[in-house]
């Protein structure tokens, strides 16, 4: 995997991307379609440091091309040099390769500016919107928040939310769980008629939203056009792609 990456190889090394190699030392299956590794990772936290939600892109084999995609660090520790990754397993070559992952296996990965700074001032209230494969993102941000309350919409994607690994606190985190409905409309549709009110009694909002492209897109759009959010006070970023 270290030749032929295509463009997108390219391009990140235009960017000034750096290579690494994780190696694969533990494998949990969480539920039956959300699995953790631990990895070692190669020397990179010395190199680059930590942040709240930091991602890297790894690379994967889809049938003899090269495949990118991105995922979160889940308690990272710079000094033992290793961290976490949780996969929401589904149907493609990224989760092919998390399934059958076992200690000892190795995957190329390449990280190229994730920075995120929390917002000035503090927010007073988190507002985010995530799912299952955005989950250790979600997870890394109200870590990295600590006592800030946060109101979570969670989109269910049919396997239920019970057992899946959840960092939030009951007395400060509500989370709202809500069936993946017409392509995720159905979140859209949710978070608009909640949002605006809740916005109304929060001095200094911060709204973050990780879900599938388009449901991202439009949320944040919204919350910007519509609601009036100042960029500044609102984080978006598409994680997978409906098909």
């Not at 235009?14 to 949990?28: C, G, P, Q």
């Not at 503090?122 to 309350?149: E, M, Y």
Request: charged share 25%; proline share 8%; glycine share 8%.
């Amino acid at each position: 995997m270290g030749q032929g990456r295509g463009w997108e190889g390219a391009v990140l090394k235009l960017m000034r991307a750096k290579d690494f190699e994780f190696t694969v030392t533990d494998a949990e299956d969480v539920t039956p379609d959300f699995r953790r590794l631990r990895l070692s990772d190669g020397g990179m936290l010395a190199a680059t440091g930590v942040h709240p939600t930091m991602w890297v892109r790894l690379w994967f084999d889809n049938a003899g091309k090269p495949h990118q995609r991105a995922y979160t660090l889940v308690d990272p520790d710079p000094a033992a040099g290793t961290f976490g990754m949780e996969f929401a397993l589904h149907e493609g070559c990224a989760s092919d390769w998390a399934r059958a992952a076992k200690p000892g296996d190795t995957i190329e990965a390449t990280v190229q500016g994730t920075g995120f700074e929390v917002p000035e001032p503090v927010p007073s209230r988190v507002f985010a919107v995530a799912d299952p494969a955005s989950l250790p993102a979600l997870n890394s941000l109200l870590d990295a928040l600590g006592p800030v309350p946060a109101t979570v919409w969670f989109e269910d994607g049919g396997s239920g939310t019970d057992s899946l690994p959840f960092r939030t606190d009951p007395d400060r985190h509500e989370v709202r769980t809500v069936p993946r409905r017409d392509a995720g409309a159905h979140l859209v549709a949710q978070v608009k008629e909640a949002l605006p009110e809740l916005l109304r009694s929060t001095p200094e909002p911060f709204v973050w939203i990780a879900c599938d492209t388009a449901t991202t897109r439009s949320l944040a759009s919204y919350t910007r056009k519509e609601l009036g959010l100042p960029k500044q006070r609102v984080s978006a970023l598409g994680y997978w792609r409906a098909t």
